[in-house]
């Protein structure tokens, strides 16, 4: 079973970048696809993005669509969120999650291993 670590989290000003990093542990994530997620306060955990295990194709929410980036290095078992012109309501607890199925989808249901998320904060 891997496990999987976030990290990257912090305060940022609205336009600010962070990179979030997603550390696999006990197996190699070449065999998973990975997904992003993110949870604010009263509402549900929303899908953002998705990396394949195959191809390395990646899938995008429209709320983050141009503005945030996946990648993964399995050399270093680890996958990427990169997150540029941030805005306040990107504000939220941040979490990845892993799935032996493909990568087509970043559906919080088609995950099965996740993180225990990190907090990106957006200041006016």
């Known amino acids: 079973q891997v496990q999987l670590v976030e990290s990257g989290g912090g305060l940022v000003q609205a336009g600010g970048s962070l990179r979030l990093s997603c550390a696999a542990s006990?197996?190699?994530?070449?065999?998973?696809?990975i997904g992003w997620f993110r949870q604010a306060p009263g509402k549900e955990r929303e899908g953002l993005s998705s990396?394949?295990?195959?191809?390395?194709?990646?899938y995008y929410a429209d709320s983050v669509k141009g503005r945030f980036t996946i990648s993964r290095d399995n050399a270093k078992n680890t996958v990427y969120l990169q997150m540029n012109s941030l805005k306040p309501e990107d504000t939220a607890v941040y979490y990845c999650?892993?799935?032996?199925?493909?990568?087509?989808?970043?559906?919080?249901?088609?995950?099965?291993?996740w993180g225990q998320g990190t907090q990106v904060t957006v200041s006016l």
């Open positions: 999650a892993a799935t032996l199925m493909d990568g087509s989808s970043f559906s919080v249901d088609w995950f099965s291993t």
């Open positions: 006990g197996r190699t994530l070449d065999d998973y696809a």
């Open positions: 990396i394949s295990q195959i191809d390395g194709s990646t």
